[in-house]
């Protein structure tokens, strides 16, 4: 096909199109995240013993770690569908921030039970269903960023694809928070640790190919 | 870069001005053969073009009218050349055209150019081997006999050297 051809084919195929907008696809998944979270607490998933877990510091830190990371992680993703931006530095400071968290819960743990007996109160059977549901959680936001992402242009594909993943991935716990029954800091950032980690890695590896444009 | 009224003529093709959109294809053609040509080889550079053009059209609704269109062009065009770049990793390392192997013309691809300049940040052994084979149209048998490389090495030296290439626009454009 000649240039001239090329030019007139693709002039033939022109419509109007409305423009991307950041804050627009940063609503889009506020409100997901918000009915993901009304729907969840709605149907009574929430954990029964929620006033004593309110007096732990353990919950806020779950909660607010998770919460912090998945907004983040948006907020990097979304501003990453635009061609010109890069989300390198964004990913950096995501990643400084998960250990910040993680490090945050050896505080809260040291504090709250000393050591001992690390294996046994990992509960794997447990733990495993965790990461099952923190993994079911993370699928609405992980569909709705990787739409937006296949409607952007994002130019760092495999970037962008993991920040979509920690987005994601962070906020199918921060959800699963509340009905997680545990409190024990070392539980939380093993078995949390490897959900949102799996979910990232699906991400990671999917994204790109399925958002190539 | 370019002309000013680019950023204009885009945001009037957003709308559905075809007989603007037509003007600005038509110089973002000319502009993506002349970087096109700087940095792949002569083969490939009008399949780079048309895809670039048509990953223009498809995500047109991601430029902002309010900001300036040339780097918003530019990161297009460089997604698509790390693509291409990527490509010749799986595109087949023989029986490419046959005015490839002109040494004439390999001069032509290979002088002065952003893709000579990078070929030269990369080891010697990586660098040969793919002016040989994916430049110039030679086997990898070839090239093995001419390099005193197994035919093993030489693909891996492709193949990591490609995969250097590619990292190294990467960081050009961070560090931009």
Redesign the interface.
């Known amino acids: ?1 000649t ?1 001239n051809e ?3 084919r ?2 033939s ?8 907008s950041a804050l627009a696809d940063g609503l889009i998944i506020a409100m997901l995240f918000a009915l993901e979270l009304a729907i969840f607490l709605a149907v009574g998933m929430a954990r029964s013993d929620m006033p004593v877990a309110m007096e732990m510091p353990s919950f806020w830190w779950k909660l607010c770690s998770c919460g912090i990371i998945a907004i983040c992680g948006a907020m990097v993703a979304i501003a990453s ?4 931006a ?1 989300p ?1 530095r964004g990913l950096r400071w995501l990643l400084v921030m998960v250990f910040v968290c993680i490090g945050a819960g050896w505080f809260v743990d040291a504090a709250q039970n000393g050591a001992g007996a690390l294996i046994a109160r990992l509960d794997w059977q447990d733990g495993l269903q965790c990461v099952y549901k923190m993994m079911l959680l993370s699928v609405p936001p992980v569909v709705a960023l990787g739409w937006l992402m296949r409607r ?2 994002p ?2 594909p495999g970037a962008t694809a993991l920040a979509v993943g920690v987005a994601a991935a962070a906020w199918g716990a921060f959800v699963f928070v509340f009905a997680c029954p545990s409190d024990d800091p070392l539980y939380i950032a093993v078995w949390y640790l490897v959900g949102c980690g799996l979910l990232t890695l699906v991400a990671r590896v999917l994204l790109p190919a399925l958002t190539r ?1 | 870069m370019g002309n000013g009224d680019w950023g204009a003529w885009m945001s009037a093709a957003q709308s559905g001005d075809a007989s603007m959109y037509h003007r600005l294809l038509q110089e973002l053609g000319a502009w993506l053969q002349r970087y096109f040509t700087r940095r792949l080889p002569p083969g490939m550079v009008d399949d780079a073009v048309q895809d670039t053009l048509f990953a223009i059209h498809q995500k047109r609704h991601t430029y902002d009218p309010s900001r300036p269109f040339g780097p918003w062009l530019a990161a297009v065009a460089r997604y698509k050349w790390i693509d291409r770049l990527r490509a010749m990793k799986s595109a087949p390392t023989e029986a490419l055209s046959e005015e490839l192997a002109v040494p004439d013309h390999e001069e032509s691809v290979t002088s002065a150019n952003s893709l000579e300049r990078l070929l030269q940040t990369l080891k010697p052994a990586q660098s040969e081997v793919i002016r040989l084979v994916k430049l110039q149209g030679y086997s990898i048998e070839e090239a093995a006999r001419r390099t005193g490389q197994s035919a093993a090495l030489v693909k891996v030296n492709i193949h990591r050297g490609l995969g250097r290439l590619t990292a190294l626009v990467r960081k050009q454009a961070d560090d931009e």
């Open positions: 096909m240039n090329f030019y007139d693709l002039v195929d022109l419509k109007p199109v409305g423009r991307r569908f635009n061609p010109v890069s390198l952007g242009a130019t760092y444009w």
